[in-house]
């Protein structure tokens, strides 16, 4: 059984944001919680596996961004930041009752989840980063340290013009925005799972574009390279072989400027290895989270043997192998699978 409290925490400047806590019934208040961390323009569409399996065993907090899913809506783009967001993070915090937090972001996540360990360090026993990158995605394009400034620009017309347009605009959603949207991420097509996409269709037809166009502008604005080196937290970052969004090369320099982090590179995944190969990310999680005596010792040995058997499963049948992580961790066995889950 499970206890469920959710509720609205008040950002600094009384924005409300949307929170819901999930533990075993009976979980005391100081056990160890995952706390979700959306990407730019998600609500919390990319968790349910990820919480469906960790769920009976620790508590899970998710939350929605402000203007984003049942978070306050109507609120002015220019209040987006990585900074403002990890704020709004510790309102989270505070009103859920997360005395000891494992932050957990997914893409733009991974900044916020990084400034959060930051600003709530009293709080926060570790830090999960899942395909994303911890600041400067523009250097893909150049090394100009006006660029990001320039396109954060030019994203804010584009969000006051798409705001003119969107009843126009909405319909294309329908058709083939889906088709688009996951080859400019670049997913894996084998390995996700139907409809997948979906859901983070629908949220985005709901929203304010200027406010979905500020998280990207935000994103780029952001970096924690100067924090990184300072983090005294456990770090354990996973990276997709096949991400174009975030490539694996800002993963490994997110590791080799942490001290106490741990890479997982997924070599057939995307930006989208959360969904797509669930099994993965969670057997690498388990045992992370084991190690820091974070996840009770004899259940997740039990969990990880239930995995072993499904990888091996998996592997039988000719999925691809997905990568283990670093070679200071012990090996870690990894299937990708045609219809994950």
């Not at 320039?150 to 017309?157: D, F, K, P, S």
């Not at 097509?189 to 983070?200: D, I, M, T, Y």
Request: proline content about 8%; charged content about 20%; overall charge positive.
């Amino acid at each position: 059984m499970l206890e469920v409290r959710s509720g609205h925490a008040r950002a600094a400047d009384g924005v409300r944001l949307w929170w819901r806590r999930l533990a075993p019934c009976g979980a005391p208040r100081q056990a160890p919680a995952l706390v979700l961390c959306n990407g730019a323009a998600c609500t919390i569409h990319y968790w349910p596996r990820l919480t469906a399996h960790f769920v009976s065993r620790m508590p899970v907090v998710q939350w929605d961004y402000r203007g984003h899913g049942l978070s306050e809506r109507g609120i002015d783009p220019a209040t987006v930041s990585i900074e403002g967001l990890a704020a709004d993070l510790g309102a989270v915090l505070e009103a859920a009752g997360v005395e000891r937090a494992v932050l957990v972001g997914h893409s733009l996540g991974v900044q916020v989840v990084l400034e959060g360990a930051r600003r709530h360090r009293s709080r926060t026993e570790a830090a999960v980063c899942m395909f994303g990158t911890f600041g400067e995605p523009a250097r893909m394009l150049s090394d100009w340290d006006g660029l990001p400034r320039l396109i954060g620009r030019g994203l804010e017309r584009a969000g006051r013009l798409l705001r003119r347009i969107k009843p126009v605009f909405d319909p294309l959603w329908e058709s083939r925005l889906t088709v688009y949207l996951a080859s400019l991420i670049g997913a894996n097509r084998a390995l996700l799972p139907p409809g997948s996409l979906e859901p983070l269709i629908g949220h985005i037809r709901t929203m304010d574009p200027a406010v979905a166009l500020a998280c990207f502008r935000a994103a780029l604005e952001y970096s924690a390279r100067g924090l990184l080196p300072q983090l005294e937290v456990p770090l354990l970052i996973f990276a997709g072989g096949q991400d174009r969004m975030t490539p694996p090369a800002f993963a490994r320099e997110m590791a080799r400027l942490a001290p106490r982090a741990e890479l997982c590179v997924l070599p057939h995944a995307s930006h989208l290895g959360l969904i797509e190969d669930p099994a993965s990310v969670h057997y690498r999680l388990e045992m992370f989270l084991a190690e820091q005596g974070l996840l009770p010792a004899a259940r997740a040995a039990g969990s990880r043997a239930a995995a072993r058997r499904a990888v091996a499963a998996r592997a039988a049948s000719g999925s691809p192998a997905a990568a283990a992580p670093r070679p200071a961790q012990a090996p870690q066995p990894a299937a990708a699978t045609a219809h994950a889950g």
